[in-house]
């Protein structure tokens, strides 16, 4: 039995959104020239925070500003910009500032860490949740060191060290895994592949159903959703709606997958048709048919509904049939994550080709 690791992420980045009070304290320059012996920083920013004017334009490597890259926040690509300006991936940025709407929320849909600075103890906004709140900026440290504490601990000694030499002559593998060792969270047999190289063999086994689900009013399970949709060899994923979501919760599996994103549910329609693929809902509602009495077909789209209200009307009358998922307790319905795990075995029952043995690599992972 393989088993299924998740991958430690330390921080490597952190972008800041300070004003120029900010920025000419002096703790917090402090701070600052502190945390540059350790971290890439940066600036994003709305407005037109300029770090010469008090003196740390230094200590910064790289500025992004709204009206200068012609995006503003909270759209999240503004904090992939950022990833790539400091050289890492999203997962190793993490985002400081007082807006939790904008410097965090936007930054979780990203895939990055939000840390919220509320100096005056307010109400974080429902549906939002930092992954660290500071009061000030003398907090930061202790907190960057916590995470990367954290991510050690988690990680602990799972994993592959690295390689022994000489290394193996293979063009799939990446030379910094081979030297510092693999703590991913991919099954044995890509062990020390590089990014690239899995997304190329995934493709070519890569089953006939796609995964949609709405991101209308909370993004909360849809990184479960994702993570389902790699464990199970999904065609693609869509988001439906709004394009933030928290990737964080995908457990950077979404690294290896087909990410789509359409606008609205009529959109992900008009895709479906032209690629000839029928959609299928999953819901408990009125006229709904049994999920575990139903074939689903060979190629489709499980279509999963909005974390609490579930499918819209729209998506409901979009669908060519909507399952229900047979339910023997009091709860009114099982959350979005648990469902598109259990619909998409459902297809992997009737459409995969199943073989027992060694062949069959069983992930097992604990949960964070």
């Known amino acids: 039995m393989a088993t299924a690791y998740r991958a430690p992420v330390p921080v490597r980045a952190v972008a800041f959104d300070l004003g120029d009070a900010d920025l000419r304290d002096p703790e917090a320059g402090d701070v600052i020239e502190e945390l540059t012996h350790r971290y890439v920083l940066g600036l994003v920013t709305n407005g037109d925070i300029d770090p010469g004017r008090s003196g740390v334009a230094r200590a910064f490597a790289f500025r992004l500003a709204a009206d200068d890259v012609g995006i503003r926040r909270p759209d999240p690509r503004l904090y992939a910009m950022a990833a790539a300006a400091a050289g890492c991936h999203p997962s190793e940025l993490v985002s400081v500032g007082d807006q939790p709407d904008e410097d965090v929320?936007?930054?979780?849909?990203?895939?990055?860490?939000?840390?919220?600075?509320?100096?005056?103890?307010?109400?974080?906004?429902?549906?939002?949740?930092?992954?660290?709140?500071?009061?000030?900026?003398?907090?930061?440290?202790?907190?960057?060191?916590?995470?990367?504490?954290?991510?050690?601990?988690?990680?602990?000694?799972?994993?592959?060290?690295?390689?022994?030499?000489?290394?193996?002559?293979?063009?799939?593998?990446?030379?910094?895994?081979?030297?510092?060792?693999?703590?991913?969270?991919?099954?044995?047999?890509?062990?020390?592949?590089?990014?690239?190289?899995?997304?190329?063999?995934?493709?070519?086994?890569?089953?006939?159903?796609?995964?949609?689900?709405?991101?209308?009013?909370?993004?909360?399970?849809?990184?479960?959703?994702?993570?389902?949709?790699?464990?199970?060899?999904?065609?693609?994923?869509?988001?439906?709606?709004?394009?933030?979501?928290?990737?964080?919760?995908?457990?950077?599996?979404?690294?290896?997958?087909?990410?789509?994103?359409?606008?609205?549910?009529?959109?992900?329609?008009?895709?479906?048709?032209?690629?000839?693929?029928?959609?299928?809902?999953?819901?408990?509602?009125?006229?709904?048919?049994?999920l575990e009495l139903t074939e689903l077909p060979d190629g489709c789209v499980l279509l999963f509904g909005q974390e609490g209200p579930g499918l819209s009307p729209e998506a409901v009358a979009a669908c060519d049939r909507v399952c229900s998922i047979a339910q023997f307790g009091s709860t009114r319905s099982v959350n979005a994550g648990v469902a598109s795990g259990i619909a998409m075995h459902a297809w992997i029952r009737s459409h995969a080709e199943l073989q027992s043995g060694p062949d069959i690599e069983v992930e097992v992972e604990a949960e964070r």
């Open 105 to 290: 929320a936007a930054a979780q849909a990203a895939g990055c860490r939000g840390v919220w600075l509320d100096r005056t103890a307010a109400a974080c906004p429902p549906g939002i949740e930092p992954d660290a709140t500071i009061a000030d900026l003398t907090e930061l440290p202790a907190v960057l060191a916590r995470f990367d504490a954290e991510e050690h601990a988690a990680a602990g000694s799972v994993g592959t060290g690295p390689h022994a030499e000489p290394w193996p002559d293979d063009t799939r593998l990446d030379p910094d895994l081979l030297a510092a060792g693999d703590r991913r969270n991919v099954v044995d047999r890509y062990r020390y592949w590089s990014e690239e190289a899995i997304v190329a063999d995934l493709d070519e086994r890569r089953h006939r159903f796609h995964v949609a689900v709405e991101n209308w009013r909370s993004d909360h399970n849809i990184g479960a959703v994702v993570r389902n949709a790699n464990a199970f060899g999904a065609a693609a994923v869509h988001i439906v709606g709004r394009r933030r979501w928290n990737r964080r919760g995908a457990m950077a599996t979404d690294r290896y997958l087909h990410l789509h994103q359409h606008d609205t549910v009529a959109a992900l329609v008009a895709w479906a048709a032209g690629e000839g693929l029928p959609i299928v809902g999953v819901d408990n509602i009125d006229g709904s048919v049994p």
